[in-house]
């Protein structure tokens, strides 16, 4: 089983529309979650944290459930600029507190005219 | 806004040759990362650096890998004879504590012929 499932879409929905995207994680020890924004050819940007009690950010809103190591990203009002490949990241916090990142590999969203 | 810059941009390298690749972490950060994006792929932790040492490295992470701080300022990422399947995307990654955010330079495209 993968570490970190994601859909790999790609999601086509008009400007305006509401996206979500799931994940699934397969650590149970994971303690930081989180969701990445990848443009074609460049460098991850961190998008939002994700913490248990769900948290929004704009148009942007996070869900986590540890129960189910299920992650949620939901867009509103969709932008022609929230076009890219959005990445769902898990890290294990260790007894040594090592903070290596584990990436989906990406849910693509293309948000259309 | 700080930021995370790597050199050169775009590595063509002869197989068997090696590479160093580098990177300017944030002035204040104090854990460094290496991160590789084989083209269409997800992105993979190659290690991790605090305090002079690696702190955690993947498998990915063999003998033919080296990093170090040189100068206090540089972190750079040394293949010593590279493959063909080594072409990718390599991302530097930097945070100021070791449970803060990672903050991804732009990369450096290795392609080996």
């Known amino acids: 089983r993968k570490e970190v499932e994601q859909d790999p879409g790609p999601f086509n929905v008009p400007e305006g529309a509401t996206v979500a995207f799931n994940c699934t994680y397969s650590?149970?020890?994971?303690?930081?979650f989180f969701w990445y924004r990848q443009d074609c050819r460049k460098e991850p940007k961190l998008l939002m944290s994700?913490?248990?009690s769900g948290n929004e950010d704009g148009r942007f809103t996070a869900q986590l459930n540890r129960a189910s190591q299920y992650i949620s990203l939901l867009i509103r009002d969709s932008k022609l600029s929230d076009s890219a490949t959005y990445l769902c990241?898990?890290?294990?916090?260790?007894?040594?507190?090592?903070?290596?990142?584990?990436f989906g590999s990406g849910t693509r969203l293309q948000v259309q005219p | 806004e700080p930021e995370v810059t790597q050199t050169p941009s775009h590595q063509v390298t002869q197989m068997g040759q090696e590479v160093i690749l580098r990177c300017v972490p944030i002035?204040?950060?104090?854990?460094f990362y290496w991160y590789r994006q084989i083209l269409g792929q997800k992105v993979e932790f190659l290690v991790s650096?605090?305090?002079?040492?690696?702190?955690?490295k993947s498998e990915i992470f063999d003998d033919q890998f080296s990093v170090e701080r040189p100068d206090g300022s540089n972190f750079t990422l040394k293949i010593r004879s590279t493959k063909l399947e080594d072409s990718a995307m390599y991302f530097c990654?930097?945070?100021?504590?070791?449970?803060?955010?990672?903050?991804f330079g732009p990369g450096t495209r290795l392609t080996v012929l």
């Open positions: 650590n149970s020890a994971s303690q930081s």
């Open positions: 650096f605090y305090n002079n040492e690696i702190s955690e």
């Open positions: 002035s204040n950060h104090l854990y």
């Open positions: 990241v898990v890290t294990p916090l260790m007894d040594t507190g090592r903070r290596a990142l584990t």
């Open positions: 990654a930097t945070s100021q504590g070791n449970t803060d955010t990672q903050y």
């Open positions: 994700v913490y248990s």
